[in-house]
């Protein structure tokens, strides 16, 4: 099932994407929202954040191609993860399908993408073993970790470098029915296929960073993991439209344009 978030004759409701068409429901995700009898033409609809997270994870570096260009890029040896880590970003960051990555005024030309995989839960949980993590994810969407390389390096924290303004589109739908080993992501810069992944070749999956996780803290209806991208970025400017696409799931597509 395809649930959206979208807005249609100026209200905001979630939908079930059927073909063509949106299928209007009332009441949320997690509270057994019911359809109303009404549907609105896709083409119709304007996507909105497919929901804003109660917490906002995001996995550590977690392919192996990434950990490598990371580490060359910084000028240090490769360190590969022996274990699931998870970090934060902010909700303020987020935008939604088609919305516009702003680029600040003061940014360098390091301002990348990173297509990535999200994974949403659905249930509470607590100690759950990695056989039974999945049985608590609602759902998957995407996201463009979008960074600015230079102050991801130069700062203390991540504040700015990953949580500015529009540096997390996701969307543009939830896919509940998702098998995580059949998909592929695929980056996009103006048309251009930029780098294609086996979206499961992770080095710690779905189920092992829930199961992980929920060892310390407990995780709710709403939580988001970003898990992280493959390979080495490509810089993006004012002018450039980034998509990212995972097969079975959908496609994210942003334009980029410059900080006014």
């Given amino acids: 099932m395809r649930w959206a978030k979208i807005e249609y004759n100026g209200d ?24 109303t ?23 550590g570096l977690n392919y192996v191609e990434h950990v490598l260009e990371s580490a060359k890029s910084a000028g240090r040896e490769p360190n590969i993860p022996d274990k699931p880590d998870i970090g934060y970003r902010a909700n303020n960051a987020l935008i939604a399908h088609n919305e516009a990555i702003i680029k600040p005024k003061d940014s360098t030309e390091l301002f990348q993408y990173e297509g990535e995989l999200v994974a949403i839960i659905g249930t509470q949980t607590k100690h759950i073993s990695e056989a039974d993590a999945l049985s608590c994810v609602f759902g998957y969407t995407i996201g463009n970790d979008v960074s600015e390389r230079t102050w991801q390096r130069g700062d203390r924290t991540f504040w700015r470098g990953k949580n500015a303004d529009t540096f997390k589109p ?10 995580l080993d059949a998909l ?26 829930i ?38 799931i959908g496609t994210l597509s942003n334009p980029i344009i410059a900080e006014a």
């Fill in 211 to 248: 199961s992980a996780m929920s060892r310390y803290l407990t995780l709710y209806p709403g939580d988001v993991i970003w898990m992280g991208t493959e390979g080495q970025s490509e810089n993006m400017k004012p002018g450039d439209v980034c998509e990212v696409e995972i097969s079975g």
């Fill in 12 to 35: 905001v409701s979630y939908g079930i994407i059927e073909g063509d068409q949106v299928a209007l429901v009332e009441g949320g995700l997690f509270d057994g929202g019911k359809r």
């Fill in 184 to 209: 592929e992501t695929t980056v996009r810069l103006n048309g251009r296929d930029v780098i294609t992944f086996p979206t499961n070749n992770m080095l710690f999956g779905v189920a092992r960073y």
């Fill in 170 to 179: 996701m969307g543009p739908w939830i896919e509940t029915d998702v098998d």
């Fill in 37 to 59: 009898g009404k549907t609105a033409p896709l083409v119709d609809v304007k996507f909105q954040v497919p929901l804003i997270p109660t917490t906002f994870y995001a996995a």
